[in-house]
């Protein structure tokens, strides 16, 4: 997984290598599909969410620049997989999920798998996570129609945010930066995210009345 999927497609970053390298992805997908787990690709976990592709995971925790003291907002928990990659490149990280079943799983696993700085909250992440705010990061697991507001606002001075951006069929990735004299603004390459469904995001049903 490492020399084929991330450091063939230029991944860089050391220490995003060694942590991709580390974090047992098997732990995270359905028992089912264990022998799937390294494979190059999302895979479906419940509420017909999926677990993010291996290598978009570490181009979005790349991108994101961590250098280890940084507290990180992650909106879409889905498995708690990406979670536990951005929590071994940085100091602490809230991550917040609309369904809270995945919330509860995720959490649950985190817990038993010894990551010991994610805080799993339940709700909109489209409207951040304020009561911890600012963010030094952010990164959002799936894609909306635009850039939600309130993350911009809840990003530190020098902040990253990583969001996928476009229509529910195909989006680009794209980073944020905010400098003290704007948001500067590059594009990551063409993605595919399930939605991001919320105040800030794309239209749906709330999550109780789905189960
Ligand atoms: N990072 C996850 C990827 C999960 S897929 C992993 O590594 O497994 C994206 C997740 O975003 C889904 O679980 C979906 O339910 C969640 N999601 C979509 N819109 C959301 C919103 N507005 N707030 C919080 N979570 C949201």
């Known amino acids: 997984m490492i020399a084929e999927q991330l450091r063939r497609r230029n991944i860089r970053d050391e220490r995003v290598l060694q942590v991709m390298a580390r974090v047992q992805r098997h732990r995270f997908v359905p028992e089912a599909l264990t022998e799937q787990a390294y494979s190059d690709n999302a895979l479906p976990i419940a509420e017909q969410q999926t677990i993010s592709q291996p290598f978009i995971v570490a181009l979005t925790a790349e991108a994101l620049m961590l250098q280890g003291d940084e507290r990180v907002l992650e909106i879409g928990t889905g498995s708690g997989y990406a979670a536990a990659v951005l929590s071994l490149l940085t100091r602490e990280v809230w991550t917040i999920e609309r369904f809270r079943s995945l919330a509860e799983t995720a959490a649950a696993r985190l817990h038993a798998e010894g990551y010991t ?91 109780a009345q789905q189960r």
């Open 117 to 207: 700085n994610v805080h799993v909250g339940i709700g909109d992440g489209t409207a951040g996570w304020p009561e911890h705010a600012p963010y030094d990061a952010i990164a959002v697991a799936a894609a909306g129609p635009h850039i939600p507001q309130s993350l911009i606002e809840q990003l530190a001075m020098g902040g990253r945010l990583v969001i996928p951006v476009g229509s529910r069929e195909e989006q680009q990735l794209v980073r944020i930066v905010r400098m003290p004299d704007g948001l500067r603004q590059d594009r990551l390459g063409p993605v595919r995210f399930v939605p991001l469904v919320g105040q800030e995001g794309w239209a749906g049903e709330p999550p």
